[in-house]
């Protein structure tokens, strides 16, 4: 009472006083507001949650029972057609097997002579093995047959080369030939004279290694035997002679900046392949007695020809 004592004398302390009162309940109104929202919301979040998990719950239990119905009822349903597949594979397989027995009993008695169809089959093998034999002896003979013809290509080739020798150093051999001059390299004489030796020519069995063949693709004459370096020394030659880059003679070394040939030259150069030419393709259709006669009836000393390989270590 006391403290109302001084509202009761003055009223507009007293209205004063109410409305900061009525100021400060505006101000917090809001505040309880938002609080008591806050409280529901959190309330009503438990609640559905809660709600919700349930739901979840008894949704799976329904589920499980109702799959567990499913697949037992599947399991049996899945037996029993098993057994019953089983069952007939089974009826099936002894069927077969009957089946066969009869028809393979009623074939031996009523079809088929088994004597005759072994008989049969042994001279199948027979005919067989003699076909292989056969064969095996064709193929030997023409091996042979590609063997010979090899031979007597390599025999006209070597008595080619050699007549072609024999023509350059018969007309053109000159005093000092494989005498050093330079040391520096040797001519096409000198390295021919390393295996050429002059003594008469022997026609000698040609080798050949048993895990070599000749092949019938051959870019070489005498490709698979002991005279393959030497063609090839002498084909590179020829090549080196065409381009005008090799001198015959030690006595007339070749001049880089003077690679013309004169007109008389290149006229006898011509001739001599005209010749070795139509030499060699008359060799070619003469047999082995006739290439010998024809040997003996050249006049270009043959028989001091011995052919003496110093890189194989053979001597024809």
């Known amino acids: 009472m006391a403290s109302l004592l001084r509202f009761a004398i003055n009223s507009a302390e007293l209205q004063k006083a109410i409305k900061v009162r009525h100021d400060s309940a505006e101000s917090s109104r809001r505040l309880h507001f938002i609080a008591a929202r806050k409280i529901q919301a959190w309330f009503r979040g438990i609640a559905t949650r809660n709600h919700l998990r349930k739901l979840h719950e008894n949704a799976t239990v329904l589920q499980r029972h109702w799959r567990g119905y499913r697949a037992r009822m599947f399991v049996n349903r899945y037996l029993v057609e098993r057994v019953h597949q089983m069952w007939q594979d089974y009826y099936n397989s002894m069927a077969t097997r009957i089946q066969a027995v009869w028809r393979g009993y009623w074939t031996r008695k009523t ?4 004597l005759q169809l072994r008989q049969w089959r042994k001279d199948v093998y027979a005919k067989n093995n003699e076909t292989l034999e056969n064969m095996k002896k064709f193929r030997q003979r023409e091996l042979d047959h590609a063997e010979n013809a090899t031979e007597q290509e390599a025999m006209h080739w070597i008595l080619f080369i050699l007549f072609k020798l024999h023509h350059l150093l018969g007309t053109k051999c000159r005093s000092g030939v494989i005498t050093k001059i330079d040391k520096t390299r040797f001519t096409y004489i000198e390295e021919m004279l390393k295996c050429l030796e002059y003594d008469r020519y022997v026609s000698k069995a040609k080798s050949v290694c048993g895990g070599c063949r000749i092949d019938r693709k051959r870019s070489l004459i005498l490709r698979g035997t002991y005279f393959e370096k030497c063609e090839k020394e002498i084909r590179e030659f020829e090549k080196s002679l065409r381009a005008g880059s090799v001198s015959m003679f030690r ?20 001739k001599y392949k005209q010749a070795g030419r139509c030499l060699h393709q008359n060799l070619i259709h003469m047999q082995p007695n006739k290439l010998y006669e024809a040997i003996n009836k050249m006049n270009c000393q043959l028989d001091q020809l011995r052919l003496n390989c110093p890189v194989h270590n053979l001597i024809f």
């Open 111 to 114: 079809q088929i002579n088994v």
């Open 251 to 270: 006595n007339q070394p070749f001049d880089a900046n003077n690679k013309s040939i004169t007109k008389n030259e290149r006229l006898g150069r011509q």
